[in-house]
């Protein structure tokens, strides 16, 4: 999920106010808020109204006012593709939970460590994604 914040900040980065004292604060501001709205969104994506709106009345400051409608648009764009990944998710899993590892521990519970990009499971748990594997290509006797 972390791609769409960054896609988002590469793609708004350059249109930051230029004439302030300290420009790294800005940026930080920015990629910050792009990763909180993101986060929450795959948490709870379905009690996120309007994640878009959300975002840019964080960021607007950071932004001249002639780009401001700009801004809002490459942020729109950017949720429309997140939400359209979440609904795909959510018909794959059955879960939009992608913040967490899709292992349990020894009691039963769900493991609420974060996942390693590009994977469903968490460094503990990473072994469980080629035992995965291994049983879909046939290749481990159940």
């Known amino acids: 999920m972390y791609r769409f914040s960054r896609a988002i900040y590469r793609d708004l980065q350059p249109y930051l106010l230029k004439d302030q004292l300290r420009p790294e604060l800005g940026q930080r501001l920015l990629l910050s808020a792009c990763e909180r709205t993101i986060e929450r ?13 959300s975002l840019f009345s964080d960021v607007r400051a950071l932004f001249p006012v002639s780009m401001q409608l700009m801004v809002y648009d490459v942020i729109e764009v950017h949720m429309n593709n997140a939400l359209a990944y979440l609904d795909e998710e959510i018909a794959e899993r059955g879960s939009a939970d992608l913040l967490r590892c899709r292992a349990t521990n020894r009691k039963g519970k769900a493991c609420q460590r974060v996942p390693v990009t590009g994977s469903d499971y968490c460094p503990s748990h990473r072994y469980l994604e080629k035992v995965q594997q291994q049983r879909s290509s046939g290749m481990l006797a159940a």
């Open 41 to 53: 969104l795959a948490r709870d994506h379905r009690r996120f109204a309007r994640p878009a709106a």
